[in-house]
T-cell receptor, first 115, second 112 residues
Framework: GAVVSQHPSWVICKSGTSVKIECRSL??????MFWYRQFPKQSLMLMAT?????????EQGVEKDKFLINHASLTLSTLTVTSAHPEDSSFYIC???????????FGPGTRLTVT | DQQVKQNSPSLSVQEGRISILNCDYT??????FLWYKKYPAEGPTFLIS?????DKNEDGRFTVFLNKSAKHLSLHIVPSQPGDSAVYFC???????????FGGGTRLMVKP
């Protein structure tokens, strides 16, 4: 079946540094990808919609200068957490809709811990 | 304002019995509904979906029921197995775009 991968699966970084998370659709092309954030015991919160060839669309309250999104190709979107702070520690998940199959597939998630 | 709500944060069921997870929505523009299962530190896994033109969809042990007039859907798992223990999210989508709106999730615990 369709697979969406994320890299890295787990990262620890120091406050003030930047971290890049990759999301790849492995056997289908995705002109759109979604980035979610999940806090412990809470629901998935949509952060932004990544659009291939154009700017990302951010949800209300999400700082676009802090969470940089680049949809580099039809199979790759990246989320860069800039100048990370401990409150950015969370579980970040991407998803990509497969228009052919008509389903949306999720990546395995990336756990970010900022110390 | 939460457009998709799962009012039960947790549910405990005995192995072999039926698990019923509920979900309510407020946006009448939603026309496609999905259920996802999620283990800790993993991404959600698609379980089953239903279009608004149907009122029931069945796949093995999983059945989703949709009541459009009540804006309510439910996921039935029968028989429940210990491996079903996870957090279940319902999600809804409108006919424009692929953005999903998630409910808050229900943690299902199936006891052996």
């Amino acid at each position: 079946g369709a697979v969406v991968s994320q890299h890295p699966s787990w990262v620890i970084c120091k406050s003030g540094t930047s971290v890049k998370i990759e999301c790849r659709s492995l056997d289908f092309q995705a002109t759109t990808m979604f980035w979610y954030r999940q806090f412990p015991k809470q629901s998935l919160m949509l952060m932004a919609t990544s659009n291939e060839g154009s700017k990302a669309t951010y949800e209300q309250g999400v700082e676009k200068d802090k969470f940089l999104i680049n949809h580099a190709s039809l199979t790759l979107s990246t989320l860069t957490v800039t100048s990370a702070h401990p409150e950015d520690s969370s579980f970040y998940i991407c998803s990509a809709p497969d228009r052919v199959r008509g389903e949306q597939y999720f990546g395995p998630g990336t756990r970010l811990t900022v110390t | 304002d939460q457009q998709v709500k799962q009012n039960s944060p947790s549910l405990s069921v005995q192995e072999g019995r039926i698990s019923i997870l509920n979900c309510d929505y407020t946006n009448s523009m939603f026309d496609y509904f999905l259920w996802y299962k999620k283990y800790p530190a993993e991404g959600p896994t698609f379980l089953i979906s239903i279009s608004s033109i149907k009122d029931k969809n069945e796949d093995g042990r999983f059945t989703v029921f949709l009541n459009k007039s009540a804006k309510h859907l439910s996921l039935h798992i029968v028989p429940s197995q210990p491996g079903d223990s996870a957090v279940y999210f319902c999600a809804a989508k409108g006919n424009a775009g692929n953005m999903l709106t998630f409910g808050g999730g229900t943690r299902l615990m199936v006891k052996p």
